[in-house]
C-alpha cells in the first residue's frame, strides 16, 4: 500500500538524497556521480537543522535523513546539553 504524497509536498523544494526503500538511483549515472539528476530527487518536507524530512515520489516513502551539514542537531545527553 502506498501512502499519498504529503500535502506540504512541493516539487520546487528538493533533495537528491537516496530513497532507503526503492533505491530508485540505484543504477543511475548521474546519482552514482552525485550529480543533481532530473529523475531521482525527493520532496524536502521540511528540515530541522541539518536533519532533513523527505519523501520520495515514486514509492512514496517517509524519512528523516541526517546530513551532518550546517547546523548539525546535538544528540541528547551530549556534554553541550548538560552546558559542559
Not at 515520489?57 to 535523513?65: A, K
Request: proline content about 11%.
Amino acid at each position: 500500500m502506498l501512502l499519498p504524497i504529503d500535502p506540504q509536498a512541493d516539487d520546487g523544494r528538493r533533495a537528491w538524497v537516496p530513497c532507503p526503500r526503492c533505491e530508485d538511483d540505484r543504477d543511475c549515472g548521474p546519482c552514482g556521480e552525485r550529480r543533481t539528476c532530473p529523475e531521482h530527487w525527493r520532496y524536502l518536507l521540511a528540515n530541522t537543522g541539518s536533519l532533513l524530512h523527505l519523501q520520495c515520489p515514486g514509492c512514496t516513502h517517509l524519512w528523516d535523513h541526517e546530513t551532518g551539514f550546517g547546523a548539525t542537531r546535538t544528540p541528547p545527553g551530549h556534554a553541550a546539553d548538560r552546558g559542559a
